[in-house]
């Protein structure tokens, strides 16, 4: 065999490993929401409605997968409705994008451990995100600190990614910076 047909075959070859295939990728659930959004999970997420318009979806390690928002020690994010927008601010004000999703009136449990309380501050980074075609999302990430009880020194910092559309009244809540959330936004289908 000449080295040229040698080149040319070894060259298609690589051409054709590069190529990815539909057997290669990743398995996924649809996860249907309001206004015919899908959004596909990987399968190793567990999606769990804690309350109507309260759904959390595991991603990692967690004690109480069906705890409520604000359970610390849980890997996951949130997928909110209008009834939880509607008390998604700090004292159950309606959550409007212009402050951190916070429903409470007092300091809750930081969610890296439950031992500290939790601080959200400023946005420090604000704009639009596609959420599947035609759509986009107003996006905000929070600066947010976990703070001991007793002295408020500063425990760790981490920060809160929302994801809020205000016409179909969906809004993604994620303090774990989870992995691959962005990319199942921007892949969702409107069907």
Request: proline share 8%.
């Amino acid at each position: 065999m000449s080295k040229r047909f040698l080149a040319v075959a070894a060259t298609a070859a690589a051409a054709v490993l590069a190529v990815p295939t539909a057997a290669h990728a990743a398995p996924a659930q649809p996860l249907k929401l309001r206004g015919g959004l899908t959004l596909y999970l990987p399968i190793e997420w567990e999606v769990h409605r804690v309350n109507p318009d309260w759904t959390k979806v595991v991603t990692g390690k967690c004690a109480h997968p069906g705890g409520g928002y604000g359970t610390p020690g849980c890997d996951s994010f949130w997928i909110l409705g209008p009834k939880a927008i509607k008390a998604g601010n700090e004292l159950f004000r309606p959550y409007n994008g212009a402050k951190p999703f916070y429903p409470a009136t007092d300091v809750q449990r930081c969610p890296h451990n439950g031992k500290w309380g939790q601080v959200l501050g400023a946005a420090r980074v604000k704009g639009l995100r596609q959420v599947g075609p035609g759509h986009r999302a107003a996006y905000r990430e929070w600066k947010a600190t976990c703070v001991s009880y007793t002295d408020g020194a500063v425990k760790s910092r981490y920060v809160q990614r929302e994801w809020y559309l205000p016409r179909t009244r969906v809004l993604v809540v994620d303090q774990w910076n989870t992995p691959g959330l962005a990319d199942a936004l921007r892949n969702a289908d409107w069907k």
